[in-house]
């Protein structure tokens, strides 16, 4: 489990960097500086739920099945949230229904803040060394 979760998350980082990139050279001048700004909010929130995949990856604080729990929190609300912020932010250069997608982003927010909060009851409820 701990390699898949490294994996992922080094995919994840090298997505958000490609992403962060591509919205600074290619979208700048497509974008106006709000839909730039919201578009570098989903790349920002990417690669530090990125990083943290790579923390539950390494750590061995947690079990395997909480590292499982967290895994799929964090996957799924990183495509739900950063993802939704994406098109919507881009929404203009396509056929992209907004209000269809606007909801998505509070619940991949939820699922991320879910995941940091399994970690954190976890370790809480951990005996002392």
Do not use: C
Not at 38 to 65: C, D, N, P, W
Not at 67 to 72: A, E, G, P, T
Not at 80 to 97: K, R
């Amino acid at each position: 489990m701990d390699k898949k979760i490294i994996k992922v998350a080094a995919f994840m980082g090298a997505v958000a960097i490609i992403l962060g990139a591509f919205g600074a050279h290619s979208l700048k001048s497509v974008l106006d500086e709000t839909q730039l700004a919201t578009f570098e909010t989903g790349v920002r929130y990417q690669m530090y739920h990125a990083l943290f995949l790579l923390f539950v990856g390494t750590t061995s604080y947690i079990s395997v099945k909480t590292k499982q729990i967290i895994f799929w929190l964090i996957v799924i609300g990183v495509i739900l949230f950063s993802g939704s912020i994406y098109l919507l932010s881009t929404a203009s250069l396509s056929m992209i229904n907004a209000k269809i997608i606007g909801p998505v982003t509070p619940l991949g927010g939820l699922l991320m803040i879910s995941g940091w909060i399994v970690l954190f009851s976890k370790i809480w409820s951990e005996k002392a060394e």
